[in-house]
């Protein structure tokens, strides 16, 4: 296993980031480190499922992996080589928590590849389902609808916030989330219309602009709103009077 200096120099030296993105690869290096209660590290399970939540607690994405927990999570978080982030379904900037369901009983059955799918399959869904109790657009933004398949009993998670303080409080601050989003949006709308592309993509677009929407109404109120619709009525007829 690769320490955790040694990973974290190995992603400086890659992308030489930022301050403040160097602080979450650094917090998120500490996440992928924290071992379950017989001593393994969780994200170092090859066989698993994971989630990702934004600033409310809401989730953005789910998924599975066969490559080990670090490297798929990594993979979406550190750099452009996954669908989701390259396609701008996935915003990096909007991660705020990560949970990982390590499958290890599959560590010794990796040769039976159907069953190894199968349950792989499985635990993605179950978490789908799961993530979506309390969620208030019942939706996340994976391109890909994951299918309907048998639920099971998922193991204990590890769930754990990657970005630390004063860059949590900063990212989110309504506005800036909200230019964010409305920024990834364009991106994902020019993909688009640029590509031949399946409903599923279409509907992540749908997703992320009822999301947009909702950050937008909830800042809107707590700035104070505009008068009520028919105030605006009753403005316009009082100047015609």
Same mark, same amino acid.
């Given at each position: 296993m690769?320490?955790?200096?040694? /990973? =974290? #120099?190995? $992603?400086?030296?890659? /992308?030489?980031?930022? +301050?403040? $993105?160097?602080?979450?690869? *650094? +917090?998120l290096e500490g996440v992928l480190n924290i071992p379950d209660d017989a001593g393994r590290v969780v994200s170092n399970a090859r066989f698993g499922a994971y989630a990702f939540y934004d600033y409310d607690g809401e989730? %953005?994405?789910?998924?599975q992996t066969a490559e080990q927990l670090r490297v798929r999570i990594r993979r979406h978080l550190t750099n452009q080589r996954t669908d989701a982030v390259a396609m701008h379904v996935l915003d990096p900037f909007e991660v705020a928590d990560i949970e990982m369901w390590p499958l290890w009983e599959l560590e010794g059955a990796a040769r039976d590849a159907k069953m190894v799918k199968a349950t792989l399959n499985s635990a +993605?869904?179950? $978490?789908? *389902? #799961? @993530? =979506?109790?309390?969620?208030i657009f019942q939706a996340v933004l994976n391109e890909v609808p994951i299918a309907p398949t048998q639920i099971m009993a998922l193991?204990?998670?590890?769930?754990?916030?990657? @970005?630390?303080?004063? %860059?949590?409080?900063?990212?989110?601050?309504?506005? @800036?989330?909200?230019?964010?989003?409305a920024e990834t949006i364009a *991106? !994902?709308?020019?993909?688009?219309?640029?590509?031949? $592309? #399946?409903?599923?993509?279409?509907?992540? !677009? !749908?997703?992320q602009a009822t999301r947009l929407r909702h950050l937008a109404e909830v800042r809107l109120k707590d700035a104070g709103g505009p008068p009520e619709p028919g105030h605006y009525e009753e403005a316009e007829t009082q100047g015609d009077a």
């Amino acid at each position: 296993m690769v320490s955790n200096d040694k /990973a =974290l #120099k190995r $992603v400086r030296r890659r /992308a030489n980031p930022p +301050e403040e $993105v160097g602080a979450i690869l *650094k +917090e998120l290096e500490g996440v992928l480190n924290i071992p379950d209660d017989a001593g393994r590290v969780v994200s170092n399970a090859r066989f698993g499922a994971y989630a990702f939540y934004d600033y409310d607690g809401e989730p %953005i994405y789910v998924g599975q992996t066969a490559e080990q927990l670090r490297v798929r999570i990594r993979r979406h978080l550190t750099n452009q080589r996954t669908d989701a982030v390259a396609m701008h379904v996935l915003d990096p900037f909007e991660v705020a928590d990560i949970e990982m369901w390590p499958l290890w009983e599959l560590e010794g059955a990796a040769r039976d590849a159907k069953m190894v799918k199968a349950t792989l399959n499985s635990a +993605e869904y179950t $978490v789908f *389902k #799961k @993530v =979506l109790t309390g969620s208030i657009f019942q939706a996340v933004l994976n391109e890909v609808p994951i299918a309907p398949t048998q639920i099971m009993a998922l193991p204990p998670s590890l769930r754990a916030r990657i @970005v630390p303080e004063p %860059i949590y409080t900063r990212r989110k601050h309504a506005d @800036v989330r909200i230019a964010r989003r409305a920024e990834t949006i364009a *991106k !994902l709308a020019a993909v688009i219309s640029q590509r031949s $592309v #399946k409903p599923g993509l279409r509907n992540t !677009l !749908l997703v992320q602009a009822t999301r947009l929407r909702h950050l937008a109404e909830v800042r809107l109120k707590d700035a104070g709103g505009p008068p009520e619709p028919g105030h605006y009525e009753e403005a316009e007829t009082q100047g015609d009077a």
